[in-house]
């Protein structure tokens, strides 16, 4: 498995693209187990960039090649794999299904201009691919989808056809249907041609079965006037409703127009095994999908946030490039792979780094001035040198030590930032803690690479609670961070996290506080009687002063104080933070000789414990206000769900598209895992965000187990 995951620099020949127009950016996007991977081999080995697709079963894939992804046999990280096809770079941007690292997926569809779909044949459409179907048609990215595992057993290519006409909406028409008869094959519907696969890759072309013909007429039909819906020359329709023949040629320009302005989305049908599909799949890409050319480019700004005027993509143009993942090689170091937007990126040549937007996930803001020595063209773990990158293009840079997911790469006499796409946030706590001193540096340094990698994963040290805690997506993300952790050589385990209440006075109450020391020489008295009053929640702490007559002198009243501040802090009952109270200095004594600052402190701080022996402590428990969205279908089973966490429903809104968002205010305590449970609650198909509000009281049954 070491050997797996260990980069090999110059492992073959790479093609360094001249002319962006000879560039395609495609992302596989599609949920685990539906073939991405296993597709992504195929065309590695069909374009010959590799002699022999490999297994996501044994581990022997290009595009998987992290440790965790070959345990667990499904992708759990972008990876790039490019293939030459009819004298165009593809690069081929597989990103992982599961809904966890959804991070990396975006990621991909920042560094990708067009994105292909890859259901299997036999499992349907499952609503996590439709809301990220609905997220490319939200920016325009032109789509198509593979209807893969052809071979299965249960497969039923022609119904999960239909499938993603009903899920994905208008637009969605086959191109192909598979060929009736025992020899594997394709039917195109625009050629009205036969695509066999018998012999393997290339096709073979041939006439189709009466059988055939007799199944295409009448998708054939759909498919065309869909087309012609899409065509610029208004006089086609009526041409075709006239009875013409519509050409070849005009069809196919059309429906390559169509789907590279993002309304028309093509269905192949594709088995990676049988190579049925693989030609048509490459090209379409190249023939229908956008070149970068096509792509609008990331609004950008100096560094200082002045504005810009827009790039294009131009190999001459201002050199604006982005990191969109950054990995930590135990052979190679650091590993920044980068889409370049504008300009054209050269080894041996100073770069400024800035990254700006990110501090919340503990990506400080940085801009620094770095040298690139050398330039990859990365095929999965492998990197191949290249001598340059234009515009368009995706390439790997090793060493840049400053570097992180999201940061721009530009002219040190140019310097440029592009805003960081939308990342995802993380809401499941994981507390870490090393397993002896010596995994402490281990663990520290560690972090700070996967921190520096992965915007998804945000770290927190919690000092009321003195833990280390790592908020993941899932416990999927979980499981990988915690196995690059100890593969890095710090051995972690992880303990339950703690919820850092409060403390606070249900009611009124009085405290005497005396500390009269005298053991010879110079003594220590201090004496003072305070008043304590509950405040409305968020109203902090407030310190009175009321001593008339000076009978504690002036210049002691904030030795009191500070006393009881420090009190507070420490907690009365639990050891948790008192908050919401007004404490009253009413009365006290001093001494002219043996009266300090130190001794009032002590005072105050007794005086302050005697008054919660004498009132009623309450704990407070952290109250979130959560916004959970939420298909229709499940918004009884959620909102039953939020009840059962003590959580108080505000109020539903219907968002339209057939779901709704629900607004409750729900103890944190209960949100600890349930961005897991939410997700098992809604196959996979609801989302929230939480937020704090304020601290209520804990309910007596809890509290006593904290006391």
């Known amino acids: 498995m070491a050997d797996k995951q260990a980069r090999t620099v110059d492992a073959g020949a790479a093609v360094a693209v001249d002319d962006p127009v000879k560039v395609r950016n495609v992302v596989?996007?599609?949920?685990?187990?539906?073939?991405k991977t296993t597709l992504t081999e195929?065309?590695?080995?069909?374009?010959?960039?590799?002699?022999?697709?490999?297994?996501?079963?044994?581990?022997?894939?290009?595009?998987?090649?992290?440790?965790?992804?070959?345990?667990?046999?499904?992708?759990?990280?972008l990876s790039v794999a490019p293939v030459m096809h009819d004298g165009h770079k593809i690069n081929l941007i597989d990103t992982p299904g599961y809904a966890d690292f959804v991070g990396e997926l975006r990621a991909g569809l920042r560094a990708a201009d067009a994105a292909l779909f890859v259901v299997s044949a036999f499992e349907g459409v499952d609503p996590a691919t439709v809301a990220i179907w609905e997220e490319c048609?939200?920016?325009?990215?032109?789509?198509?989808?593979?209807?893969?595992?052809?071979?299965?057993?249960?497969?039923?290519?022609?119904?999960?056809?239909?499938?993603?006409?009903?899920?994905?909406?208008?637009?969605?028409?086959?191109?192909?249907?598979?060929a009736s008869g025992p020899e594997p094959g394709l039917i195109g519907l625009i050629t009205r041609r036969r695509y066999d696969y018998s012999q393997g890759f290339p096709p073979r072309m041939a006439d189709p079965s009466a059988e055939d013909l007799e199944r295409l007429t009448e998708a054939r039909n759909e498919l065309i006037e869909g087309i012609i819906a899409e065509s610029e020359d208004e006089t086609l329709m009526d041409r075709y409703l006239a009875g013409e023949e519509i050409s070849e040629d005009t069809l196919i320009a059309d429906l390559e127009t169509a789907v590279a302005r993002g309304s028309f989305h093509p269905v192949i049908p594709v088995c990676a095994t049988t190579g049925v599909g693989l030609a048509e799949v490459l090209d379409g890409i190249v023939r229908a999908?956008?070149?970068?050319?096509e792509h609008k480019l990331p609004s950008v700004t100096t560094p200082d946030g002045a504005p810009h005027p827009a790039l294009s993509t131009d190999p001459d143009g201002p050199l604006a490039a982005e990191v969109v993942r950054t990995a930590v090689d135990s052979y190679v170091g650091r590993v920044s792979l980068v889409r370049v937007f504008s300009g054209t990126l050269r080894p041996e040549r100073p770069v400024h780094v800035?990254?700006?937007?990110?501090?919340?996930?503990?990506?400080?803001?940085?801009?620094?001035?770095?040298?690139?020595?050398?330039?990859?063209?990365?095929?999965?773990?492998?990197?191949?040198?290249?001598?340059?990158?234009?515009?368009?293009?995706?390439?790997?840079?090793?060493?840049?030590?400053?570097?992180?997911?999201?940061?721009?790469?530009?002219?040190?006499?140019?310097?440029?930032?592009?805003?960081?796409?939308?990342m995802p946030e993380p809401l499941l706590p994981v507390a870490v803690v090393a397993r002896n001193r010596s995994d402490e540096d281990a663990l520290a340094r560690n972090l700070s690479r996967l921190v520096a990698g992965d915007p998804t994963l945000r770290l927190e040290r919690n000092a009321e609670t003195s833990q280390l805690v790592l908020w993941c997506m899932g416990e999927a993300h979980a499981d990988v961070v915690l196995s690059r952790l100890r593969a890095g050589g710090a051995e972690v385990d992880t303990e339950p996290v703690k919820t850092s209440l409060r403390e606070t006075f249900a009611g009124p109450a009085k405290g005497h506080g005396r500390h009269v020391k005298q053991s010879g020489g110079h003594g220590q008295y201090a004496v003072c009687d305070i008043e304590v009053e509950p405040l409305p929640r968020?109203?902090?702490?407030?310190?009175?002063?009321?001593?008339?007559?000076?009978?504690?002198?002036?210049?002691?009243?904030?030795?009191?104080?500070?006393?009881?501040?420090?009190?507070?802090?420490?907690?009365?009952?639990?050891?948790?933070?008192?908050?919401?109270?007004?404490?009253?200095?009413?009365?006290?004594?001093?001494?002219?000789?043996d009266s300090s600052d130190a001794a009032f402190q002590t005072a105050g701080a007794l005086a302050?414990?005697?008054?919660?022996?004498?009132?009623?402590?309450?704990?407070?428990?952290?109250?979130?206000?959560?916004?959970?969205?939420?298909p229709d279908e499940y918004l009884g089973a959620v909102l039953g769900d939020l009840s059962s966490r003590r959580g108080r429903v505000l109020g539903t809104e219907s968002v339209g598209g057939g779901r709704s968002v629900i607004r409750a205010e729900v103890p944190a305590t209960e949100l600890l895992r349930y961005t897991t449970e939410l997700r098992s609650l809604s196959s996979g198909t609801a989302t929230f965000t939480r937020r704090h509000t304020r601290y209520d009281p804990l309910p007596e049954n809890l509290a006593a187990a904290h006391a």
């Open 289 to 293: 999908f956008p070149s970068p050319l």
């Open 42 to 77: 195929a065309l590695l080995a069909v374009s010959g960039t590799v002699t022999r697709a490999g297994s996501v079963v044994e581990g022997t894939t290009v595009c998987d090649h992290d440790p965790a992804a070959v345990r667990q046999q499904r992708s759990v990280g």
């Open 608 to 630: 302050l414990k005697e008054a919660a022996a004498n009132g009623r402590v309450v704990l407070l428990e952290p109250l979130d206000e959560v916004d959970v969205r939420v």
């Open 28 to 35: 596989l996007v599609g949920p685990s187990g539906s073939g």
């Open 354 to 422: 800035s990254g700006h937007g990110l501090s919340e996930r503990g990506h400080e803001d940085h801009d620094t001035d770095e040298r690139v020595a050398h330039l990859y063209s990365p095929l999965g773990a492998n990197l191949r040198e290249v001598p340059y990158c234009v515009a368009g293009d995706l390439c790997a840079l090793t060493k840049v030590g400053s570097a992180e997911t999201g940061d721009t790469v530009s002219s040190p006499d140019h310097p440029l930032l592009m805003r960081p796409w939308p």
């Open 538 to 593: 968020g109203a902090g702490f407030e310190f009175v002063d009321r001593i008339v007559g000076g009978a504690i002198p002036h210049q002691f009243i904030p030795s009191v104080e500070k006393g009881v501040r420090a009190q507070l802090q420490r907690g009365l009952v639990a050891g948790y933070p008192v908050v919401d109270v007004r404490v009253t200095l009413v009365d006290g004594k001093a001494h002219s000789v």
């Open 137 to 178: 048609a939200a920016v325009g990215m032109p789509r198509a989808v593979i209807v893969s595992r052809l071979d299965h057993h249960r497969a039923d290519p022609e119904n999960e056809i239909a499938a993603c006409q009903d899920a994905f909406g208008a637009g969605v028409l086959p191109l192909y249907l598979p």
